[in-house]
């Protein structure tokens, strides 16, 4: 089994920055990608930014391109969230998930298998 720790969320004035953390412990030899996906009140979960290990691409939803960096080391098993900028609208929960599984798209939410607790992050105006 895998387990995923997140940290670093809190409360922030717009403009304002967080760094997220998300370290995976337990069996990670099948480690394949890392995510970050937020979940605002009423709304569904929704992917931030992902990091694919095999060749190091990363992908930013447009609403936080520019704003966001995703980074990782693979071989620690962490992934780590910088907002800058941060705006009222990016207050969310924030869940680490990690995807196990080769020849899948890392932009689904399904594909993920292992989840964070989430960590809520709030953008005060």
């Known amino acids: 089994q895998v387990q995923l720790e997140e940290s670093g969320g809190g409360l922030v004035q717009a403009g304002g920055s967080l760094r997220l953390s998300c370290l995976a412990s337990?069996?990670?030899?099948?480690?394949?990608?890392m995510a970050w996906f937020r979940q605002a009140p009423g709304k569904g979960r929704e992917l931030v930014a992902r990091i694919r290990w095999a060749d190091g691409s990363t992908y930013q939803s447009d609403s936080v391109k520019g704003r966001f960096t995703i980074s990782g080391d693979n071989a620690k098993n962490t992934v780590y969230l910088q907002m800058n900028s941060l705006k009222p609208e990016d207050t969310a929960v924030y869940y680490c998930a990690l995807g196990s599984r080769l020849g899948v798209s890392y932009y689904r939410t399904e594909s993920y298998d292992t989840w964070g607790q989430g960590t809520q992050v709030t953008v005060s105006s």
């Open positions: 337990g069996r990670t030899f099948s480690n394949y990608a």
